[in-house]
């Protein structure tokens, strides 16, 4: 301070500085609140993520299909995170087990691909050297929506209405769950209901009534119905999903194809039909967490040019058609992509001709729509290795497959560049197909 000062400049530079002072300490005291808050945010997403991921790898060890039920809860109470954890398991870790893989079978598949019928109806797809899965996909879709617009072609009703998908099983011999009636009446679907006429023709409970026009998850358009009771109980709810879902269309969220693919779902007539359960030899084995029968195997087999390459179980672990069982639920197989050979608790499916069945039923269906590649699901019953059915297909499939999909998409595309296949002569839209 200036000796020359006065007592009252002394007073105002004290004052000054000690405004000073709390201001420096005022904005440090901001600061590591800021720092605190941030850190607490941060911890909070962190701790959600790494419930999430520990929930999920709980799950994979519990019953068969309770994963999928648990993912749907998840997705659905935390989707930003649940979204983060499903990156973690696309890191760009190698699958060197799959690039071996694909290795091995690229020559069985070319050759299964000059030996394929296709319909004319799939051969439309404008695919290209290095694309990727989905990219593909999305061609398959722009293929679709061309015809659909050039001619009015709907065969992609074979999935996206579920009801035609039920016809083509039917006229095909393939196997499936017991479908008792279809409407294609809002107002006949209600009279039945009213009328007791649904209890009166369904023999086994649970029982799903889904809108046929609706197949996508994102929808919602599956209501299940556990007990004769419970039809009655909740008829006023189900009257609110008939009446809500009638008018409802698809939104194949966060797909690439989505803009085209929700104008052909758009094109759909409303349908409905209701369903049993799919009949185990033990008898029900299942109980039904929102739209997920926990306890039955359901398995997802991935079929290119009229053959299995692979079957995926509950999104954790894939059977390979050599023999191999590769297990995802770790962390090692997850997320690093290394997995190791599955064990005792689904071995068994491969080793008493459960999975037989399943490369038997799909390859079946896929010869007999003409398809070059399709997703087929389908039923296990424990208890009979002969006795699988086929749940639902899918044409367009965003399914996990750790890699995988990064060969088969080669093979998918080299016999539709090189036109390796056989093309079959047909003016019969595919959902009308019949085996002879």
């Given at each position: ?23 420096t ?7 590591t609140?800021a ?5 607490a945010?941060?911890?909070y ?20 299909g ?9 997705r659905?109470?935390?989707p ?15 699958n ?7 290795e091995?079978q ?8 000059e ?8 051969a439309?797809n404008n695919?290209k ?11 398959r ?7 659909f ?10 999935e996206?209405?579920?009801c ?6 039917r ?9 008792k ?10 009279e ?26 994102s ?54 039909e ?16 929102g739209?997920?029968?926990v306890g ?8 290119m ?9 509950d ?10 069982i ?9 997320v690093?992509?290394?997995p ?16 037989d ?11 007999a ?6 997703r087929?699901?389908?039923?296990i ?13 899918s044409?367009?499939s965003?399914?996990?497959y ?11 595309i ?15 839209p595919?959902?009308?197909?019949k085996?002879?």
């Open positions: 301070v200036d000796s020359n000062a006065n007592s009252g400049e002394v007073c105002l530079y004290t004052i000054r500085l000690n405004q000073e002072q709390v201001c300490k005022g904005l440090n005291m901001l600061k609140a720092l605190v808050a941030i850190s945010v941060a911890l997403q962190v701790g959600i993520a790494v419930y999430i991921f520990t929930t999920l790898s709980i799950h994979s060890q519990g019953e068969f309770s994963i999928m039920a648990v993912v749907n809860d998840l659905f109470q935390y930003v995170h649940f979204e983060m954890v499903n990156r973690v398991t696309k890191l760009p870790f190698p060197n087990s799959a690039k071996r893989y694909y091995e690229k020559d069985f598949f070319l050759k299964a691909a030996e394929f019928e296709i319909h004319p109806y799939w439309d695919a050297e290095g694309m990727g899965f989905r990219e593909v996909v999305t061609e879709v722009l293929g679709m929506y061309r015809q617009q050039a001619t009015g072609r709907m065969d992609y009703r074979l996206k209405d579920r035609a998908m039920i016809e083509f099983f006229n095909n011999n393939i196997p499936h769950p017991a479908v009636k279809m409407w294609y009446s809002k107002e006949a679907v209600i039945d209901l009213k009328s007791g006429a649904i209890e009166k023709m369904v023999d086994n409970f649970p029982i799903f009534l889904k809108a046929c026009h609706l197949t996508q998850q929808s919602d358009g599956t209501f299940s119905i556990k007990t004769p009771a419970a039809l009655k109980d909740n008829e006023e709810n189900i009257l609110k999903f008939i009446n809500h879902r009638w008018g409802y269309r698809s939104r194949d969220v966060d797909r690439p194809w989505q803009d085209k693919g929700d104008k052909l779902t758009d094109a759909l007539t409303p349908s409905y209701i369903q049993e359960p799919f009949m185990q030899t033990g008898g029900n084995q299942m109980h039904v967490e739209r997920v029968a039955l195997i359901e398995v997802r087999a991935e079929v040019w009229g053959k299995v390459y692979l079957v995926n179980l999104a954790t672990t894939i059977f390979r058609r050599d023999g191999k590769e297990d995802y639920t770790s962390f090692m197989g997850g690093l992509h290394m190791p050979e599955a064990g005792k608790r689904v071995s068994w499916l491969r080793d008493e001709g459960y999975i069945c399943v490369i038997e039923v799909s390859e079946r269906l896929a010869q729509a003409h398809i070059e590649y399709v087929v699901d389908v039923f019953d424990k208890g009979d290795p002969k006795n699988c059915a086929v749940n639902e297909i044409l367009t965003g399914y996990v750790y890699g995988h999909e990064e060969r088969m998409v080669n093979l998918w080299d016999g539709l560049v090189n036109k390796r296949y056989k093309v079959f002569e047909t003016d019969i595919v959902h009308e197909l085996s002879a």
